[in-house]
């Protein structure tokens, strides 16, 4: 099994920039697929971005293609979200999350869940 731990956040400005890390414990990372979730206050946790085992497939949600990039090391057992041009809507915790078969956008199909990292979008 993997352990997500997030990193990262913090506020920034509108048009900022920050890149999330999560760094997951265990020596099989490679072998699961890889997502980004994010809530807002008051909102249910939505889908951001997801990653294949090798990287290759990437799926963002529409709101964020162009602004967000998702990417992995699996040397180095680590996701990444660089998240540019951000926008007050974009202010959430942002959760990663490791599924041990096929990349999916659906939360309740993933597996493993870190404890999220806050972001906040505000001049």
């Known amino acids: 099994q993997v352990q997500p731990v997030e990193s990262g956040g913090g506020l920034v400005q509108p048009g900022g920039s920050l890149r999330l890390s999560c760094a997951a414990s265990g020596r099989t990372f490679s072998s699961y697929a890889m997502g980004w979730f994010r809530q807002a206050p008051g909102k249910e946790r939505e889908f951001v971005a997801a990653?294949?085992?090798?990287?290759?497939?990437?799926r963002y949600t529409d709101s964020v293609k162009g602004r967000f990039t998702i990417s992995r090391d699996n040397a180095k057992n680590t996701l990444y979200l660089q998240m540019n041009r951000l926008k007050p809507e974009d202010t959430a915790i942002y959760y990663c999350?490791?599924?041990?078969?096929?990349?999916?956008?659906?939360?309740?199909?993933?597996?493993?869940w870190g404890q999220g990292t806050q972001v906040t979008v505000s001049s």
């Open positions: 990653i294949s085992m090798n990287g290759i497939i990437r």
């Open positions: 999350a490791a599924r041990r078969a096929g990349l999916t956008t659906v939360a309740y199909e993933y597996d493993y």
